[in-house]
């Protein structure tokens, strides 16, 4: 996928997406209550993007926002994340890419927590080639911990991973966490676009 290639949508339109997929996210994803994260953090809210991403609309929006995003910028080969929580996001980047003809080469992959004892004993499956030059999806990203460990799975692969984008970054230190590493990452909201 070349650089700023293909048809770039407008402002307005990537704007009024950005709207539609946040108000479906409060709708069906949000919840004001305390839980404890998985870094053991408590938070006063829940985010269940799931939700979100099992809807067709939901689904679409994302798909559509975040190869909206990949257009502009480094240009990458692939697009993958951890199982099995990118598998939705992932399939959704596909599914808008197949119906940009600048995006249609893109390829999808993820990234298995441990390698397979069976078969070929693959840790990264689809479609991934060490060399090629990819980004990594998220739904909600917190510490990052997830997507951090695929980074380091596709980098030691063979692969190069030139971005890292997500649908939430709820604002509790994912984006120093990969700055650390290298690789800004590219929300699409942010704690501030949450009534927290």
């Given at each position: 996928?070349?650089?700023?290639?293909?048809?770039?949508?407008?402002?307005?339109?990537?704007?009024?997406?950005?709207?539609?997929?946040?108000?479906?996210?409060?709708?069906?994803s949000f919840e004001r209550r305390e839980i404890t994260l998985t870094s053991?953090?408590?938070?006063?809210?829940?985010?269940?993007?799931?939700?979100?991403?099992?809807?067709p609309r939901g689904v679409a929006l994302a798909g559509r926002l975040i190869?909206?995003?990949?257009?502009?910028?480094?240009?990458?080969?692939?697009?993958?994340?951890?199982?099995?929580?990118?598998?939705?996001?992932?399939?959704?980047?596909?599914?808008?890419?197949?119906?940009?003809?600048?995006?249609?080469?893109?390829?999808?992959?993820?990234?298995?927590?441990?390698?397979?004892?069976?078969?070929?004993?693959?840790?990264?499956?689809?479609?991934?080639?060490?060399?090629?030059?990819?980004?990594?999806?998220?739904?909600?990203?917190?510490?990052?911990?997830?997507?951090?460990?695929?980074?380091?799975?596709?980098?030691?692969?063979?692969?190069?991973?030139?971005?890292?984008?997500?649908?939430?970054?709820?604002?509790?230190?994912?984006?120093?966490?990969?700055?650390?590493?290298?690789?800004?990452?590219?929300?699409?909201?942010?704690?501030?676009?949450?009534?927290v």
């Amino acid at each position: 996928m070349a650089e700023q290639a293909g048809s770039i949508r407008t402002e307005a339109a990537r704007a009024r997406d950005r709207q539609a997929l946040l108000d479906l996210i409060l709708e069906v994803s949000f919840e004001r209550r305390e839980i404890t994260l998985t870094s053991g953090r408590k938070s006063n809210f829940y985010l269940d993007l799931r939700q979100t991403l099992m809807r067709p609309r939901g689904v679409a929006l994302a798909g559509r926002l975040i190869l909206d995003r990949l257009q502009t910028g480094p240009a990458v080969e692939a697009v993958g994340g951890m199982a099995v929580g990118a598998v939705p996001l992932v399939s959704a980047v596909l599914a808008a890419a197949a119906q940009e003809p600048a995006a249609t080469g893109l390829l999808g992959f993820f990234v298995r927590k441990e390698k397979k004892a069976h078969g070929l004993g693959r840790q990264i499956e689809g479609g991934f080639k060490p060399g090629q030059v990819v980004a990594l999806v998220e739904d909600t990203t917190t510490t990052g911990g997830s997507t951090l460990d695929a980074l380091s799975i596709v980098e030691a692969e063979g692969g190069k991973v030139a971005r890292v984008l997500c649908l939430v970054d709820r604002g509790e230190g994912a984006a120093e966490a990969f700055a650390a590493r290298g690789v800004r990452l590219e929300p699409i909201f942010g704690r501030g676009d949450l009534p927290v």
